[in-house]
């Protein structure tokens, strides 16, 4: 998902990318809220096999073609849309999953654990791909005990069809190792049955009757929002036209990104433990987007680097704090339609910012960074907002 957006950014297609982003993105309106009934209404260890095997065999499938005939644009945009729409259903039914495997008093430290892991997966993919994405050539020699010894690292560069098959063993990996789960739950989850219209209505008629819980996972949700457009369709563009960086940088965005997420998971708990979720979460949304100010005014790439660790930190931070939050408040057996629901509203405000900046000034020389000031204000204009109905969520 790296190697797709920075594919097209050198064949100066990035403007075209974030058309097919925006298209898959307006996609997701109706497949998301599908998937939420799905969540709800199967056990989610299966739903996860399901899925781990469905990605697995298309992402494979492609890397098989590109061996044999070379990939095309509708190829590569197969395995974007799979990934992302994998995306849909993944993360409502691991934080529901999670939510009924454990006790309330462990919320904030499962959901601190699950982006510890989560991120550290994305370290390491974040440095992986800083050296397969453009190949490390590098020579030099040591000194010892008087006698010089060449050093030569060579790796070759990878062409995407080569990590497409690295990434589709790893849903094999996942399959098998989910397979193995051995769980009992700590909560009843009465499983509601009928037709797929009559659940998806059990969702809309709970964040009717809950309005705050509604406003909160919407605007909450906007930190997210700006990471995941700035990771997606701002950052190959950003690199490419504005920094003059090669694929090392955006690499090393993602290393220094993912590092930066990791690390909320160690220190959000533990700084914010003492303050109310709803005030600590506003506390984050104005600090990231005072961030996106930061890297749409500069042009150096090492400040560009500590924004990504800053948007990382931010972004995980506020998630762990949302989920969190949600955990408490929203029952189990409507958790999968409840976040579905709240991330087809999401998905409708990312497909609008999408477009906008798929619009083709923003691929003209350092254009991008209007993007940037853009995503800051929204994601202030958020917290603002959020702050405003401070005294309701506190004691909701």
């Not at 990434?167 to 909560?187: C, E, N």
Request: include cysteine.
């Amino acid at each position: 998902m790296m190697a797709i957006p920075w594919h097209f950014a050198q064949h100066q297609r990035g403007p075209a990318f974030n058309l097919l982003y925006g298209c898959t993105t307006f996609l997701t309106v109706f497949w998301g809220l599908y998937a939420g009934t799905l969540v709800d209404r199967f056990p989610r260890r299966r739903v996860f096999l399901a899925t781990s095997l469905t990605q697995g065999v298309v992402v494979l499938g492609v890397a098989a073609y590109g061996w044999l005939a070379g990939l095309s644009v509708p190829a590569i945009a197969l395995v974007f849309v799979v990934t992302f729409f994998g995306y849909q259903i993944h993360y409502p039914n691991l934080y529901a999953f999670a939510q009924e495997i454990s006790e309330p008093h462990a919320y904030p430290r499962i959901t601190s654990q699950i982006e510890i892991v989560g991120q550290s997966t994305s370290l390491l993919s974040g440095g992986a791909a800083a050296v397969l994405l453009e190949g490390v050539h590098w020579q030099t020699s040591l000194s010892v005990m008087g006698r010089v010894l060449p050093v030569n690292l060579h790796v070759p560069r990878w062409e995407l069809h080569h990590l497409f098959a690295f990434d589709g063993l790893t849903y094999v990996v996942a399959f098998g190792l989910i397979a193995f789960i051995r769980y009992v739950p700590h909560r009843r989850v009465r499983t509601e049955t009928g037709s797929l219209l009559k659940r998806l209505r059990s969702g809309f008629n709970y964040l009717r009757a809950h309005p705050l819980i509604l406003f909160f996972g919407l605007l909450s949700f906007n930190v997210f929002v700006a990471a995941s457009i700035q990771l997606q369709a701002l950052l190959p563009m950003y690199v490419t036209n504005h920094l003059r960086q090669g694929g090392h940088a955006v690499g090393l965005a993602e290393l220094t990104g993912s590092f930066g997420a990791m690390s909320a998971g160690i220190l959000t708990r533990r700084l914010l433990a003492h303050r109310p979720v709803p005030g600590a979460l506003i506390a984050l949304m104005v600090l990231s987007g005072a961030n996106f100010f930061l890297a749409g005014l500069t042009r150096l790439p090492w400040v560009f680097y500590v924004f990504s660790m800053l948007n990382g930190f931010f972004n995980s931070g506020t998630r762990i704090l949302r989920v969190t939050y949600l955990f408490d408040h929203v029952p189990n057996e409507l958790a999968g339609r409840v976040n579905s629901i709240l991330g087809m509203l999401n998905v409708l405000i990312r497909m609008t910012f999408i477009f906008l900046f798929s619009q083709a000034f923003f691929g003209r020389g350092s254009n991008i960074t209007h993007a940037y000031l853009i995503m800051g204000g929204f994601v202030l204009l958020s917290g603002g907002v959020l702050t405003m109905s401070y005294r309701k969520l506190v004691t909701e």
